[in-house]
């Protein structure tokens, strides 16, 4: 499934992502950058897609809004085709077209350009339209689901307001947004929108009485008119974010928006400018549309990130064009300060600065920061949401008091781990998923797929980074820069608070083995925070820590990696996770039945632990044997700093699973190895 | 990052220094760098038979596994039995004390290797 990715386009921007006039152009460009190499590694596998625009008459605006259009899909790689038909065409030959178009299955989108002649509804031929083709947006279906929070095809201008609001990181909740004109195409979906983006909305038309109050009072204002200069700047809030959607061609060949820019440009927050504001995004867009439209409706499961591999720091590399990884916020703090940065789950992630021996050993004695801002951040909020998470995963949430976190596997119905989680009750109306930063698309899918309806679901982990800072001094650490009583939060606790004067929710938890917090902030406080812990952090020692001790230190602790000790073919009893599936809590779950069946026939093989015996290293897919007889694999290894041996887990059959001593095969040699249940590192307490 | 300008260098990032018809092999200060923390060196036996570009021997490091090519037909003559107890002196001390294995070969065959200015040419070519 295509998904715009958002800080790749502010990345794109430079520091152009703090200035007023919104750029609406460059924003475009790269969205059009990123549909051009997705649609490039689908025609790789064969996939072609197609754009059909069905025009009637000859209104030269339209022809012109028309070639726009078909000249952006050939220059992203979508097929387009020109359907025209004479003025006075009649709507049972036009809705004849229209319904071949829907049927073809060559076709991905079809767009119906208006305005139509007056014998023709404009409603009636848009709803002729294959809704999974509507790539517009305007068929009843598609405008029904945007209401209903589930829509998958939205109108192009709003859509790509919210797309520009995402980039500049424009605050929606709670704001007051205030909408002018009430179009179909843009100010009742716009309105929509911002209501599902926790806005306060007002929508203004024709017949409001009094429109200065109300665009006064707007820290969000979308003007689409078509009324060159109705709004005067003055009116205009301090600070405030206008997109202008208007364009008027003056008499003297100018174009005008519907707001005076020149007016409010000193006071304003952000503004579009006309043209190169909105118009570029719409055009954009609709690309988008037609891409997602066809991933949807042909069931293309091929995601925008590439070759995403969970081995991770191991010896496999991930062969990714740089173009196409994704960027967490701090990335030039890593790189400045040496790190070695490698694609990690999509991303260019540090793996270590000082050497992997070194950073353990910090965060064994001392304190690491570990920057794990790729993780993914999923919000459910909404009344019931509490219930509706709870169904989705095998912990018992319920049990949870408000601002604990527990950790848990989601599972599919035939009860395969789809990812490990931890899942934090901030409230009853608010839970924040985390979960793994390759399981980001997948999850979000599933969640959606599988939730209640009646709750909001939104993937923020753009939008949020995520610092670990882990080790004994860790608590003292923060201590220093935060007035919150963290000997209060207990382990796998969480409170909101601030850190060095930067909101965060601390809670503490990690994946080391450790002592330690985890800190999520939104993205616009990362580097504010990391710089803090950095300057206070002299003190105690602090390191900066990579993903390639995050692997050595987790392993010590027997924590398991997705996708090397568990994937969709684990179901959690095998993988040692009984502890988080609760059989009896009161919510149904997703997988309850698969897993009472499993637990009822048996297990088949069970997770354990594995110390070398000998010189040498353990590493993934290697074979364990009792005797001559393979009894399983090696799912992760690597060397232990902490015991100066090597250690790894893996799978035993069941028959074998109390041995206490086996022998794994290493390039032909087979080498003793002890058997554990246990950790491999257990700090003191 | 240090090439000494007496050794020569191969592809593979091993360096090479001849002394007879023994041909000492250890690998590059870049090799060293790019596996990270070294915690095991798998030595092969004395006296045994290897080929030109036959990955005879294998280091680890923490994260990776890494085999070490020979550039020459010949007999292993000697292992560093100091690294085969302690790995890290190949990060501390790559054309030192880290060396890996000397290996007998016979001196009419050609060897294609890079100078120190070649093997950095090379790097920067990626």
């Known amino acids: 499934m295509f998904k715009v990715d958002i800080s790749r386009i502010q990345e794109s921007l430079g520091s152009g992502i703090h200035s007023k006039p919104i750029d609406g152009k460059a924003v475009a460009k790269n969205m059009r950058l990123q549909l051009g190499e997705y649609l490039q590694r689908l025609s790789e596998k064969g996939i072609r897609l197609k754009l059909v625009v069905v025009i009637v008459g000859k209104d030269p605006a339209s022809e012109i809004y028309v070639r726009h259009k078909i000249r952006a899909c050939r220059e992203v790689g979508i097929e387009s085709e020109l359907v025209s038909f004479a003025e006075d065409v009649s709507a049972e030959e036009l809705y004849a077209a229209i319904d071949r178009l829907s049927a073809d299955p060559q076709v991905d989108g079809i767009l119906v350009q208006f305005p139509l002649p007056d014998h023709l509804d404009e409603f009636e031929v848009v709803d002729r339209v294959d809704p999974e083709k509507d790539v517009d947006g305007y068929h009843a279906q598609n405008l029904g689901r945007l209401i209903a929070w589930r829509g998958e095809i939205e109108p192009c201008t709003p859509r790509g307001i919210i797309t520009l609001m995402r980039v500049y990181g424009i605050q929606a909740r709670g704001a007051n947004a205030t909408v002018i004109g009430r179009s179909m195409i843009v100010g009742r979906p716009m309105a929509q929108m911002l209501i599902r983006a926790d806005a306060t909305v007002t929508v203004c038309h024709r017949h409001t009485k009094d429109l200065q109050p109300l665009v006064e009072n707007a820290d969000i204002l979308v003007v689409a008119t078509g009324v060159a200069h109705l709004i005067p700047g003055e009116w205009i809030k301090e600070g405030a974010a206008v997109f202008d959607v208007g364009i008027t061609r003056l008499e003297n060949g100018k174009l005008r928006g519907d707001v005076n820019f020149s007016d409010c440009i000193a006071h304003v927050g952000r503004i579009t400018p006309v043209p190169g504001g909105v118009g570029p995004m719409t055009v954009a867009t609709l690309l988008e549309n037609t891409v997602r439209a066809a991933t949807l409706r042909r069931k293309i499961t091929i995601d925008p990130e590439a070759n995403i591999d969970s081995l991770g720091v191991k010896s496999t590399k991930e062969n990714m064009h740089p173009e196409e990884l994704k960027h967490i916020p701090l990335e030039h703090k890593h790189i400045e300060t040496g790190a070695k940065m490698v694609p990690f789950s999509g991303f260019l992630m540090p793996t270590q600065y000082s050497g992997i021996k070194d950073e353990h050993f910090a965060v064994r004695k001392n304190v690491g920061l570990f920057d794990v801002s790729h993780m993914g951040e999923v919000f459910v909020r909404g009344p019931g949401a509490l219930e509706a998470v709870d169904a989705l995963i095998t912990n018992d949430l319920t049990q949870a008091g408000i601002g604990q976190a527990i950790y848990t596997a989601m599972c599919n119905d035939k009860g395969g781990i789809v990812d490990d989680l931890i899942v934090y009750r901030l409230s009853d109306e608010e839970i924040l998923l985390c979960v793994n930063a390759g399981n980001r698309a997948k999850d979000f899918e599933h969640i959606q797929a599988h939730i209640s309806n009646k709750v909001d679901v939104s993937d923020e982990g753009d939008d949020w980074i995520q610092l670990a800072l882990q080790g004994p001094k860790a608590e003292a650490l923060l201590a220093q820069l935060t007035s919150t009583d963290l000997s209060n939060i207990k382990y796998y606790w969480g409170e909101m608070g601030k850190v060095d004067g930067s909101p965060a929710l601390i809670s503490r938890t990690g994946y080391t083995g450790e002592d330690g917090f985890e800190i999520y902030a939104k993205r616009s406080e990362g580097e504010a925070i990391f710089d803090a812990l950095h300057r206070v952090g002299e003190g105690f020692g602090l390191q900066n820590c990579g993903l390639g001790c995050r692997d050595t230190l987790r392993l010590e602790a027997k924590y398991l990696l997705y996708g090397n000790d568990m994937n969709e073919t684990t179901n959690p009893l095998e993988a040692g996770l009984s502890w988080v599936v609760k059989l009896g809590k009161e919510n149904e779950f997703v997988g309850k039945k698969a897993i009472e069946e499993i637990k009822k026939s048996g297990l088949k093989r069970r997770l354990r632990g594995f110390i070398l015996q000998e010189r040498g290293v353990l590493r993934p897919g290697y074979s364990i044997l009792d005797g001559e007889k393979k009894i399983g694999e090696l799912t992760s290894g690597s060397f232990s700093p902490t015991l100066n041996q090597s250690i790894g887990l893996g799978y035993v059959e069941i028959g074998s699973t109390k041995l206490k001593e086996v022998n794994i095969e290493i390039r032909g040699k087979r080498l003793r190895t002890a058997v554990t249940k246990k950790a491999f590192y257990q700090r003191e307490k | ?126």
């Open chain 2, 1 to 126: 990052m240090n090439f000494p300008s007496d050794l020569l260098y191969t592809k593979d990032h091993e360096w090479v220094s001849l002394e007879g018809d023994i041909l000492t092999l250890g690998i590059t200060d870049h090799a060293q760098d790019a596996l990270g923390d070294i915690v095991f060196f798998e030595s092969p036996e004395v006296g045994q038979v290897i080929e030109n570009e036959e990955a005879f021997c294998v280091i680890e490091s923490v994260k990776t596994v890494s085999d070490v090519y020979s550039p020459i037909s010949g007999e292993v003559f000697e292992v560093n039995e100091e690294v085969e107890e302690n790995a890290e002196i190949i990060n501390t001390d790559p054309y030192g004390k880290g060396w890996l294995v000397k290996i007998k070969f016979d001196t009419s065959d050609p060897l294609g290797l890079m100078d120190a200015d070649e093997y950095a040419g090379f790097l920067k070519e990626g």
